[in-house]
């Protein structure tokens, strides 16, 4: 725990001087007390303390008080709500690539079933797929069912957007924000990029995130890095994820052609850092299915440094409430 405001700590000095001055006010209020027999004085002494009971709980709601004036931080785990994900999968012909059995796109679908089958009830996921261009295969739904069946339905094709795929989810994540991929491709666009959006701190937004699973390097659209930059001052954080051999494999692209194709690291690891995210690799399907359980365990329970002020004034006063409240009923007096 940390304080905004530690200066304020100082007047938690009032304590000690607060307690001293109820001694002394103990002190002028002693007087002699006669009892007729011992009995009765062993029947009144260990009562005496509960008249202290009300002074003890006011000065803790005092102390309670001066530390939530420092405005303590804390870092509390909390179930998300109402989160949106978006899991972008790269479609290109060289997911065909067999260096991951029984190849790259297989293993590649049974990993995102099983990481759709892990995710809380209260996660929307959104897919999209990526080859040469990008789309929305599936908005985001917590309906499972049609969840599995986008992943079923996804076709492979050539080249490699990966750009694209970025800016698909966040089209999908903020559709509001007119966002298209031929604006921001290479070459003249049809029509002036929509108004930018105030920028937030990246990986602020603590409701949303994309997924990027991909084998290939970019090929066409637009740069990774710029879409990446989108996302950030939107708050979304982008998690990568390289599946294959890092140093690449040769896959069947179809009448008796092959490719040798690895991924971009840089591109992704550049990807992950600007939008505060993370970079995984996975080089076979075991791999990948972990990478998504980590994943869905990150979106099930969220990490966050906040402000408990709030904890510390309520604690305060419930404390002052309840020692008025025993003082008014023992001692017929507040404190």
């Not at 009032?14 to 109820?22: E, S």
């Not at 797929?129 to 985001?140: E, I, N, R, W």
């Not at 050539?158 to 903020?174: D, M, R, W, Y």
Request: aromatic share 6%.
């Amino acid at each position: 725990m940390r304080f905004q405001s530690p200066e304020a700590l100082w007047l938690l000095l009032l304590a000690p001087a607060l307690l001293a001055g109820y001694l002394v006010l103990l002190r002028r209020r002693t007087v002699a007390l006669r009892f007729p027999s011992v009995d009765l004085l062993r029947v009144a002494a260990p009562r005496a303390w509960r008249r202290h009971v009300p002074a003890a709980l006011f000065l803790l709601a005092v102390v309670g008080a001066l530390c939530a004036l420092a405005r303590p931080m804390a870092t509390i785990t909390l179930p998300t709500h109402h989160r949106q994900v978006i899991l972008a999968i790269d479609v290109s012909r060289s997911m065909l690539a067999r260096d991951v059995p029984p190849n790259r796109f297989a293993a590649a679908r049974e990993a995102a079933k099983s990481f759709i089958a892990s995710l809380p009830d209260d996660v929307r996921l959104g897919i999209v797929s990526f080859a040469g261009t990008a789309a929305l295969v599936q908005a985001p739904t917590r309906d499972k069912e049609a969840l599995l069946g986008a992943i079923d339905r996804l076709q492979l094709d050539i080249h490699t957007a990966l750009g694209s795929g970025v800016i698909v989810s966040l089209a999908a994540l903020f559709p509001q924000d007119g966002l298209e991929v031929e604006v921001y491709s290479s070459g003249p666009a049809r029509k002036p990029p929509p108004k930018r959006p105030t920028a937030v701190p990246p990986g602020s937004n603590t409701n949303a995130a994309i997924i990027l699973l991909t084998d290939g390097r970019r090929t066409t659209g637009p740069t990774p890095v710029d879409a990446a930059r989108m996302a950030a001052e939107r708050g979304i954080r982008v998690y990568t994820v390289g599946f294959g051999n890092s140093q690449g494999a040769t896959a069947d692209m179809g009448d008796g052609m092959a490719m040798y194709m690895a991924f971009d690291e840089a591109s992704l690891r550049a990807i992950a850092d600007l939008t505060r995210a993370e970079y995984f690799h996975a080089a076979s399907g075991a791999e990948l299915m972990k990478i998504y359980e980590s994943l869905a365990q990150k979106l099930a329970l969220e990490r966050e440094y906040t402000e408990v002020t709030f904890l510390f004034a309520a604690l305060s006063a419930l404390l002052l409430a309840f020692a008025a409240a025993l003082s008014v009923g023992s001692l017929n007096r507040l404190f």
